[in-house]
């Protein structure tokens, strides 16, 4: 009789339970958005498809399927499968599990695959009493994460494990999922309620699903208040509810033209209208990298040597992006974003490239000057390979007046120095060192794009 009523609250809960835990993918092939691991080919769809699963790490944001792969690897290996979650586990459960490994490979010649979620959460003596059940093969360890493991696993742990790194889901991805979600529930909707509920989903499925049940659930109220009796459509005003977020107009133009505004009034030292920008972008759902990776462009291209430190801030958020994630990484964006807006301009070194590519391209340029080729290997000297190179470190000063370009390219001045911000002194205190062309104008003449900035 227990069985019975066990087996009957489990189809309640499956008839009732959170759409998310309803939708699990019952095989490997029903997973989206990872085929980069379980494609025909990939490494993790390789090993399941040999046999050969060990440890593993899945390394991923929220909501992209780390726990219900955990329990597809399981289901294909034909191990006994344990879950624990590093949030209540103790040293005592691993010890149990280990002897319950020990048990079933002994008496039923089953291994016996550890799930352990949120494995970051282990302290350095929880993962210690786990690696000797590990690196005998006793248990295959199936650690789940979204903090970068290199930082929150031991090392010995992590030498013994094969890291996976889960994407999050891409909009294909996440529209494939909603249209799941909506046959599940006998529900459809429109376009664009769908488009908002994919946007602002942040490349979570869990989220996703949870908005839309709670959308659906508000559409097939108003049908049940009308009497119609019709199928439950989703509207754009249900997803809003749903997501707490009114849409933002975001189409393929916007994602361009918001962008390109986003980095003029930041070239164009306008700190509010660039923050402007960034929050539309983030509201739409925009790639925080791929906002992280226009400040860094915007560092070196509109700033760089008038405020040396605008690089390594920009290189700084877009790090803070992985490590972090959205939302507590927009905190980041937005103080590169004003950095970089207040930041005194310069695109001296963007331009002198260009002034450079514009030579290789376009003129002979000649072979390297034998004092500067390679003479590190036994021949170099007999065929006159760095005779005659001065090195500068030998000198007082630390520098030596000798030709560095090809002789056929003469003494060009591919760099001109600009006077805002740091790069003045910087040039100045150059000049003073090495006494280089003294002649250089300070305020260099109009030029071309040299290579394709936002103009």
């Not at 993790?44 to 944001?61: H, N, Q």
């Not at 199936?142 to 742990?157: D, H, K, Q, R, Y």
């Amino acid at each position: 009789m227990e069985d019975l009523f066990t087996a009957a609250a489990r189809e309640r809960l499956e008839a009732r339970g959170p759409l998310a835990d309803r939708l699990r993918p019952a095989d490997l092939d029903s997973v989206l958005g990872q085929d980069h691991l379980l494609g025909e080919g990939a490494p993790l769809r390789a090993l399941v498809d040999t046999d050969r699963l060990s440890s593993v790490i899945l390394w991923g944001p929220p909501g992209t399927g780390k726990t219900t792969l955990a329990r597809l690897l399981a289901q294909a290996s034909a191990k006994e499968f344990v879950a624990l979650s590093a949030v209540t586990a103790t040293v005592k459960d691993i010890r149990s599990v280990t002897a319950a490994a020990e048990e079933a490979l002994g008496q039923r010649g089953r291994g016996t695959i550890l799930f352990l979620d949120e494995i970051h959460r282990f302290n350095k003596a929880q993962q210690d009493a786990l690696l000797p059940a590990v690196e005998t093969g006793l248990v295959v360890l199936i650690g789940a994460t979204t903090e970068n493991p290199a930082f929150e696993v031991n090392p010995p742990l992590m030498s013994r494990s094969t890291l996976f790194r889960l994407r999050p889901l891409d909009a294909p991805a996440l529209g494939d999922l909603a249209l799941r979600g909506l046959q599940a529930e006998g529900a459809v909707a429109r376009e664009d309620a769908l488009e908002h509920l994919v946007s602002t989903a942040g490349g979570d499925g869990r989220h996703l699903l949870t908005s839309l049940e709670v959308a659906i659930a508000l559409a097939r109220s108003r049908e049940e208040r009308s009497g119609t009796g019709g199928t439950p459509e989703v509207l754009l005003e249900d997803a809003e509810a749903a997501v707490g977020v009114a849409s933002i107009r975001y189409g393929r133009d916007d994602h361009y033209d918001v962008i390109s505004a986003f980095i003029k009034s930041i070239r164009g030292s306008d700190p509010d209208a660039a923050l402007h920008w960034l929050a539309r972008m983030l509201e739409a759902g925009e790639d925080a990298r791929f906002v992280a990776r226009r400040l860094v462009i915007a560092a070196s291209e509109d700033i760089g040597l008038a405020d040396p430190t605008a690089l390594m801030v920009a290189d700084a958020a877009a790090r803070a992006v992985e490590f972090v994630g959205l939302p507590e990484a927009r905190i980041n964006l937005a103080h590169a974003t004003v950095h970089l807006a207040l930041a005194p301009k310069s695109n001296t070194s963007y331009e002198a490239l260009g002034r450079a590519l514009s030579d290789v391209r376009e003129r002979p340029v000649g072979e390297v000057p034998a004092h500067l080729r390679d003479a590190h290997y036994r021949s170099a000297g007999q065929l006159g390979h760095g005779v005659g190179y001065a090195y500068p470190h030998d000198d007082p000063t630390g520098w030596v007046e000798q030709n560095y370009l090809p002789d056929t390219l003469g003494d060009v001045a591919y760099y001109r120095p600009g006077a805002h911000g740091r790069e003045a002194a910087l040039v100045d205190a150059w000049r003073r060192r090495t006494g280089a062309r003294s002649g250089a104008p300070a305020n260099p003449p109009e030029v071309g794009d040299g290579g394709g900035g936002h103009r």
